[in-house]
């Protein structure tokens, strides 16, 4: 889009300087000559902007690509980390804590089918690679079973409701701790009420400003669907909240 309007912008300033430059010149060999210059002038402005662009998507493409290698590094030391558990309680014969940690796995496995089943790419890639770009929060997910938000919300609530989930992590990241070196506790949980998709967020141990937080995600979110309310007093949680979009499927969200 910016280029796009820069292009623009270099077209009308083409025009004006030929129209001024040919106001002055008698000449119509200097004026074709003129005009010839400016438009090679702009070929090579364009085709400069062209290459800025690819450089940008290539780079933009890479950062992609390294954040989904460090996100399966993670998954795979993780598993490795369990296997090496339940190798250690086989070895020493104890059963009762391999069902627990073998119980552990299970519901870890369940919470990453949920989140892969959302609908939502942009969603889905920012939770699964969280730890990866959020080293100082850890976020504990819940989602209601059978949660497609793709079947519920058009395209574009989806990308509003994901601008609207990253923004206020950011927001709980740097208001809701008590100091820097903290490492914030969040829980989200996300289901389906009265025709409406809900992204419920507490803060687990110190309490942030619930009213604080409501405030600056209105601030940092204008003309949005997707409303911020304070959820139940005691917790002093946040919700996000938006109204099921795709009128053949409000009944899913009741």
Request: hydrophobic content about 40%; overall charge neutral.
């Amino acid at each position: 889009m910016k280029h796009r309007f820069m292009v623009r912008a270099m077209i009308g300033l083409i025009a004006v300087v030929s129209l001024t430059l040919a106001y002055f010149l008698k000449s119509p060999i200097g004026q074709v000559l003129l005009c010839g210059a400016l438009f090679v002038l702009f070929g090579l402005y364009v085709r400069h902007l062209r290459k800025g662009a690819e450089i940008e998507r290539k780079h933009l493409l890479e950062s992609v690509q390294r954040t989904a290698s460090a996100t399966l590094g993670h998954h795979r030391h993780d598993w490795m980390n369990d296997l090496q558990i339940l190798y250690g309680y086989i070895q020493l014969r104890k059963i009762d804590k391999l069902a627990d940690c073998v119980e552990r796995i299970k519901e870890r496995m369940a919470v990453e089918s949920k989140i892969s089943r959302l609908g939502i790419p942009a969603l889905v890639f920012y939770l699964q690679s969280f730890r990866e770009v959020n080293g100082s929060v850890h976020l504990d997910v819940e989602i209601e079973d059978e949660l497609q938000l793709d079947q519920l919300l058009t395209a574009e609530q989806a990308e509003e409701l994901t601008e609207a989930i990253v923004e206020t992590v950011r927001i709980f990241q740097y208001k809701g701790r008590s100091s820097w070196g903290e490492t914030l506790q969040l829980k989200m949980s996300m289901y389906r009420e009265d025709g409406e998709v809900i992204v419920r967020f507490e803060q687990i141990g110190s309490k942030g400003n619930p009213e604080v937080l409501v405030r600056l995600l209105d601030e940092g979110m204008p003309g949005m669907r997707v409303k911020a309310d304070r959820g139940e007093e005691e917790d002093g949680s946040l919700r996000l909240r938006v109204a099921c979009g795709k009128i053949n499927e409000v009944n899913a969200c009741l």
